[in-house]
């Protein structure tokens, strides 16, 4: 039986993004709520533990004190030319009241995740309010001002482990790709749409890391309209594989919701049975994952997405159906009336047919680039 532990404290929904900010902080106590009324935060190695704030000591592993310095005055409504320089108080990170203590809370919660993880206390761990994958070293970006993710990675890889980061969210995660792009003991896999048509702009199939940390970073670009079945493919033929070669102690998971069909900020076609998938595949590796939320701007569909994954990270999804492994979870018999999983979507044959030819170009291109660094 895993221990399994979801890092929650009501406090991090206190503070908010501006009303018209896509961010919506109030997705994890939503989860929580669908959770707790399926009894599935307790019993079965299964607990819920609050987050510490992380330290600001903590915090300069990756961030400079400069920033840092700047995100607190902001927050406190000491804002300069300096601030914006850095990103700090744009439309997409806009300063907002408990700005500094909502990040450092949120942070903290994927931090008190590895700790955890560490001293073996969990196997597997989520935080909701984490994946903030976007920021930089001196930089607020894409809704992001402290990369808990990278901070996490950091952490592992100081204990001496050897880490593989995966981010599924819909947008490249270029924060965290970038942190260790030079590394080889950190290896990040980023699945997210074509960057030649969405924000970042960054994480194309030739992204594959420089020096010692080359063939480390993996970039699979999706053609928009990805759906279920195509996705699945890529993941299939690229992440099995690398994972295998790399052989890593423990992971890092970021699992943003926007890569879902109908989120308003993207146009990938997935369902969340993508998510259980992949989330499957990762269990079958049998090392410790640390999961955090991300993206997610259809509050519904993100919410009943973590919620699944909460249910195939934990083991619950087992529980109800005893012989069917985790790729089919099927759980219409809780009393949460819907059910988690989504309907599955119909593809028409023109989405079938611009996209596979696209899927396979990037599976042949990220082969060519990087398997062989891998003896693969
Ligand atoms: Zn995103």
Known sequence: ??????????????????????????????????LNSMGLLSGNARSEIPPEPAEKTVLQKFHSARYLHALEAASAGRRDADALRMGIGTSDCPVFEGLY????????????????ILSGSADVA??????????????????????????????????????????????????????????????????????????????????????????YCINVPLPIGTYDQAYLEAFEAIAPPLITAFNPD???????????????????????????DVLACLLGFNKP???????????????????????????????????????????????????LRDKELAVSSHQRNTVLPAIEAVVKAVKANVFPLHGL
């Open 1 to 34: 039986m895993r221990k399994a532990v979801f890092i929650y404290s009501r406090e991090l929904e206190e503070h908010s993004y501006p009303p018209e900010h896509p961010f919506n902080t109030i997705r994890p106590t939503r989860v929580r709520e669908i």
């Open 101 to 116: 203590d909502y990040a450092v809370l949120a942070v903290g919660a994927t931090l008190t995740a590895t700790k955890l």
């Open 126 to 215: 989520f935080n909701p309010s984490g994946g903030f994958h976007h920021a930089g070293p001196e930089r607020a970006s894409g809704f992001c001002y402290i990369n808990d993710v990278a901070l996490a990675c950091l952490t592992l890889a100081e204990a001496g482990k050897k880490v593989l980061y995966l981010d599924v969210d819909v947008h490249h995660g270029d924060g965290v790709a970038y942190a260790f792009y030079d590394r080889d003991d950190v290896m990040t896999i980023s699945f997210h749409q074509n960057p030649g048509t969405l924000f970042p702009g960054t994480g194309f199939a030739d992204e594959i890391g420089a020096a010692k940390g080359k063939g």
């Open 250 to 276: 423990v992971f890092v998971f970021e699992l943003g919701a926007d890569a879902l069909a109908g989120d308003p900020l993207a146009q990938l076609y997935l369902t969340n049975n993508v998510y259980a």
């Open 289 to 339: 994952i640390l999961m955090t939320g991300g993206g997610g701007y259809d509050l519904e569909n993100t919410v009943r997405a973590w919620a699944l994954a909460w249910t195939v990270l934990c083991g619950a999804d087992s529980d109800a159906q005893p012989g069917i492994d985790a790729g089919g979870v099927r759980l219409e018999s809780t009393d949460w009336q819907g059910g």
